[in-house]
């Protein structure tokens, strides 16, 4: 006899209606099968409902059912976190899936995932009792709207009418034909939605006005094919099969975004060994409506048709110029065939002057908007409000772009404020970035413990009897910027065994107690993914209350860590044990570099810690705070020469210290020698991480967190080597160790800055360092190049990293497993981890790039209010660091930026130095070499070398529609005069900051009529910025590990010794 089953099945036929490959319909009968227990996820279920997981709150005034159209056409407005009781129906998904393809359908996915949306998915189409047949004659629409009304109806009875329900539509028939039939079930517009329920909601209204307008307006006037349209994915996927189409993603030149293009190479399988990692897409009708990030398939054009890359500097406004700069050597070159995954994202784009002809009818206008990213093409939106925004940046989405049309179609999302305004740029850099960092909500901060002076936290008894207490029998200190306040690791070190022994201990904030995975708070960190540190502010991953009091280690207060303690041989450093596991600490000392190295170095300085204390007593814990320090050093020096004899590099970066002021607030950046104290505790950093990465990766072989650095490609090699070459120097690449060792002896002893520019050069060929999942790639692959460390994680700055939160839980279920007891929760999976590690990867480019972009904002707005021609801080020393075909790349250490300094103007004049150095303008020729670019004219000849010191003059070039640039002219071919260099690179970084913070405080007093200056942030600056400003700590601190950014980026990587915390 068979079993009996619970819930029994009903067996049923499902019609589709299917295209084939070749456009023709195909009618497909499928079995389909019903049952009636199908979770409601309603905590007002009497049902007893298998509700596992997200359930809705029972105590809304109703629940609310989108119809097809309205998740087709309004998800963005269902993301509003403000909407509750959302009830998704498996229609409406499916309908995502089929018409608007994957990336929608994952947004929809990871919004029903997310417990901070109150949202649900029904599966009504195998509910009995929701189910509708399509019936004969009946359109996909309109079976679909009875079947989002069936399921409507279904609630409101299944919760025995004590929750109505409403269901939304745009379509006034849907509204007239159903609205009447179920008491209890209200059929509304999505416009009366808002205006009943949402009225306070004003983004949702104007982003709902805007939508709507968007959709009425979508059809094109013009029938005529501007573009080929795209082949059908089964084609593309044939194609790439067989090689005869080539995928990859779409990068487009900024510098040339009209015309130059590249499609790096995925899995490149075409055997033509012509072939190198990119292809060259050269033009917008190649480009076929592709935007920079999208994954396309691109099909290689006749050999005759090849072009090379132009390698003169190219100024935006000539991109539309071609044909006369120079090329590099013919490169494969193609065309856009299709396109396999749109990355559309959010763009912020300014309205073009007035005087621009734009198409307009009575109600609204249609605008080219232009995008403040160059590489993105101009987007056509509808709106109203054309002259009220002009001078504004305004955030747009893309909608379509069909091949009847030169432009892409999008609608607008939000005002941001008036272009040129402090907070409007940087909230563009952010949204450019696709950084969201609202202020934590209510509920994640309901989460966080308390600690007032009302009611002070404490250690939990419980806690201290699972943990190891150090508190007593270690003397625990940090050692970090001054100032600084997320203290989130400290050291110890001590003699064991009457000196045959040491142990060095390395205690990192235990985050992950205050921080439950899957929490709300967990559920944000994951989303940023990291702390976001802009150049007058930083947005934190975790709340205050942790980051700055809880899981800071403070010094004299009782805290949770999560410790490594090696047990070393006294005499050879080799490791006999290590233990790791939770620990309770207490810091005795809060050291700050300065006063550490003043120590080592056997100054007599003030530790704060000892001021109290009688004589006798001090100088007895001094002398112990002494020894542990030379201890640590000791070892520090012995783990350092292990990674320099295994090839461990050292890059250039520009070392700075922060400077506070009087509350602690962080006011300027300063440069500063190095300290040994720095190399110190940056080692022992990663002798942590590098231990840590051990053992999870061993205990866990196929579902650690690891971090790789792959070796760079010996090409991307050529200009340092070239460059070095031209000064005298042979740069071996062929090994890390090789690369460091002639890095070594590349120095010239009359010029320091050849050396920090050959470093620089070596950082732009790097790869980037990633984290993976140790289940993705082969062990050989684990190897981190720039460390020299065969295996590496992060570990130790858990209150700024999520990978180290991660890598923490992996460390503890670790720890469980060793001890022979079962993880307290399961692990995720490989696919989980890697797919983790691609998201934070994609989160620490985007931190690493609106650093570099905020600093050359406030660049900009620094040198914007300035005369060049008056004022002497305009005027600076700059070294070539490579040339080009009209012109030369230059460095201005004094201010920490690099530019293009052109040689040729667009009238066809050359730059000719007289005998006294100063250029001028004339008529005349420009010639290349590689190691050097000769101007010729009436003048004379004039050479221009790599690494030659020049003078140039800085000014900015503003952009109405982008960020303003600066631009940098020659005015002589020898070095600006040298007085007290140091003294004025010293002035000249803290001023510009400071300098463009009052301006900007100015100008919110005038646009206020306020008589005083204000000393707090505007409301917008206290809603976003989540730390005080001007706040400048730029803890940049991957360099020495090779957290490495795009080369671009080089010069504005900030190296605080903390480089591989």
């Not at 005869?244 to 510098?255: A, C, D, E, M």
Request: glycine share 4%.
């Amino acid at each position: 006899m068979a079993p009996c089953c619970p819930h029994k099945m009903i067996k049923t036929e499902k019609t589709l209606h299917l295209k084939s490959s070749r456009g023709r319909k195909v009618r497909v009968v499928r079995e389909h099968y019903l049952r009636e227990q199908v979770p409601c996820y309603s905590s007002l279920c009497l049902a007893s409902c298998d509700n596992d997981g997200k359930v809705l709150p029972g105590d809304l005034t109703h629940y609310v059912v989108p119809d097809v159209g309205v998740v087709l056409d309004y998800q963005e407005i269902l993301e509003f976190r403000e909407l509750q009781g959302i009830i998704l129906t498996q229609t409406a998904c499916q309908a995502v899936h089929h018409c608007k393809g994957r990336r929608h359908y994952n947004r929809l996915r990871n919004l029903l995932k997310d417990p901070r949306h109150d949202c649900v998915l029904f599966a009504n189409e195998f509910q009995e009792f929701s189910f509708c047949q399509r019936e004969n004659g009946e359109s996909q629409e309109q079976w679909q709207t009875r079947c989002v009304y069936s399921a409507a109806v279904w609630y409101y009875n299944h919760l025995a009418g004590m929750m109505a329900v409403v269901m939304i539509t745009e379509n006034q028939d849907i509204i007239n034909q159903y609205s009447n039939l179920q008491s209890g079930v209200y059929v509304i517009s999505v416009q009366e939605y808002l205006q009943n329920f949402w009225l306070e909601l004003r983004t949702a209204h104007e982003l709902y006005r805007s939508i709507r307008q968007a959709l009425q307006e979508k059809e094109s006037e013009c029938t005529e094919k501007e573009f080929t349209d795209h082949l059908p994915a089964e084609v593309l996927e044939a194609g790439i099969k067989s090689g005869r189409y080539i995928q990859g993603t779409l990068s487009v030149n900024k510098h040339r975004a009209q015309m130059e293009a590249s499609v790096r190479t995925e899995g490149l399988t075409n055997k033509n060994t012509e072939l190198s990692s990119e292809v060259l897409v050269y033009g917008n009708k190649n480009r076929n409506r592709a935007v920079h990030g999208d994954v396309v398939v691109v099909e290689l054009l006749p050999k005759s048709q090849w072009r090379g890359k132009v390698s003169a500097l190219t100024e935006v406004q000539l991109e539309e110029k071609n044909g006369e700069d120079m090329q590099s050597k013919p490169m494969p070159t193609g065309s856009v065939v299709g396109i396999l995954q749109r990355n559309w994202r959010d763009y912020v784009v300014t309205f073009p002057p007035r005087e621009s002809p734009q198409s307009q009818n009575r109600n609204s206008q249609r605008i080219l908007t232009v995008p403040w990213d160059h590489r993105i093409p101009k987007i056509r939106i509808s709106t109203q409000q054309a002259d009220a925004l002009q001078d504004h940046r305004v955030v747009v989405r893309i909608d379509s772009w069909e091949s009847t049309s030169l432009y892409p179609n999008g609608h607008s999302v939000r005002v941001l404020g008036r272009a040129g305004e402090l907070e409007t740029e940087v909230q563009t850099i952010l949204i450019e970035n696709c950084i969201h960092v609202p202020p934590f909500s209510d509920a994640q901060l309901r989460e966080m413990p308390v600690n007032s002076p009302e009611k002070p936290w404490k250690v939990d008894p419980s806690q201290v009897a699972e943990r190891r207490d150090l508190r007593e029998s270690h003397l625990v200190f940090s050692i970090d910027p001054a100032g600084c306040e997320d203290v989130d690791d400290t050291l110890s070190v001590r003699s064991l065994a009457g000196g045959k022994l040491l142990e060095l201990g390395v205690h990192i904030a235990d985050v992950t107690h205050f921080v439950a995975e899957g929490s709300l708070t967990d559920l944000e960190a994951h989303a940023r993914a990291t702390t976001y540190y802009l150049a007058d502010r930083r947005y934190d991953m975790l709340p205050a209350i942790l980051s700055a009091d809880l899981c800071s280690l403070l010094g004299g207060v009782d805290r949770y860590a999560m410790s490594v303690l090696w047990e070393l041989d006294a005499h050879t450093l080799a490791v006999n044990k290590v233990w790791y596991g939770r620990t309770v600490i207490r810091s005795s000392y809060q050291l700050h570099y300065e006063l550490a190295q003043a120590l080592l170095n056997g100054e007599q300085d003030e530790v704060p810690e000892l001021t109290q204390l009688i004589s006798s007593e001090k100088d007895a814990k001094l002398a112990q705070l002494k020894q542990a320090l030379e201890m640590l050093t000791h070892v520090a020096r012995h783990l350092r020469a292990q990674r320099d004899q295994g090839g461990a590099l050292e890059l250039e970066g520009v070392e700075v210290r922060a400077q506070l002021d009087n509350e602690k607030n962080i006011t300027a950046l300063v440069p500063r020698q190095p300290l040994e104290i720095h190399e110190t505790v940056a080692e022992c950093m990663i002798y942590a991480n590098h231990w840590v990465a051990r053992m999870i990766q061993e205990v866990f072989p196929h579902q650690a967190l690891l971090r790789q650095h792959p070796p760079p490609r010996q090409e991307f090699f050529s200009q340092l080597v070239e460059s070095a070459k031209s000064k005298g120097f042979t740069i071996d690449t062929r090994s890390n160790k090789a690369l460091a060792d002639s890095l070594d002896k590349a120095v010239d002893p009359q010029d320091s800055l050849l050396n920090r520019l050959l470093r620089m050069m070596a950082t732009q060929a790097m790869s980037q360092a990633m984290y993976f999942s140790t289940g993705a790639i082969p062990q050989d692959q684990y190897y981190h190049y720039g460390l020299a460390l065969d295996r590496y994680t992060h570990f130790t700055s858990p209150i700024r990293r999520y990978a180290d939160i991660v890598v923490h839980r992996l460390l503890a279920a670790a720890i469980e497993v060793e001890s022979g007891r079962s993880p307290a929760k399961a692990l995720a999976s490989s696919k989980e981890l890697d797919e983790l590690a691609h998201h934070i990867n994609k989160k620490n480019r985007a931190a690493q790039q609106v650093q570099k972009v905020s600093t050359e904002l406030f660049q900009c707005l620094y040198f914007k209010e300035r005369d060049p021609h008056k004022d002497q801080c305009c005027v600076a020393n700059a070294v070539i660091y490579a040339i080009r075909d009209n012109g030369v790349l230059a460095f201005v250490p004094l201010y920490g930026m690099k530019g293009p300094a052109y040689l040729k103007n667009r009238e066809g004049q050359v730059l000719s130095a007289g005998q006294d150095g100063h250029c001028e303008w004339q008529s005349g020729s420009v010639r290349r070499y590689s190691d050097c670019i000769t101007t010729t004219s009436s003048i004379g000849t004039t050479t221009f070398t790599l690494f030659c010191h020049i003078t140039v003059r800085i000014s900015v070039q503003s952009s109405r529609c982008h960020a303003d640039s600066v631009n940098l002219e020659v005015v002589s071919n020898r070095p600006h005069r040298s007085v007290t260099l140091h003294q004025t690179e010293s002035h000249s970084r803290s001023q510009l900051v400071q300098e463009v913070v009052r301006l900007a405080e100015e100008a919110s007093q005038q646009a206020q009529g306020k008589a005083t200056r204000l000393s707090k942030l505007s409301k917008e600056e206290q809603e976003f910025c989540q730390s005080k400003s001007p706040n400048l700590y730029l803890l940049l601190e991957e360099i020495r590990e090779l957290s490495l950014m795009d080369p671009a980026m080089c010069n504005h990587s900030l190296k605080i010794v903390m480089g591989s915390k």
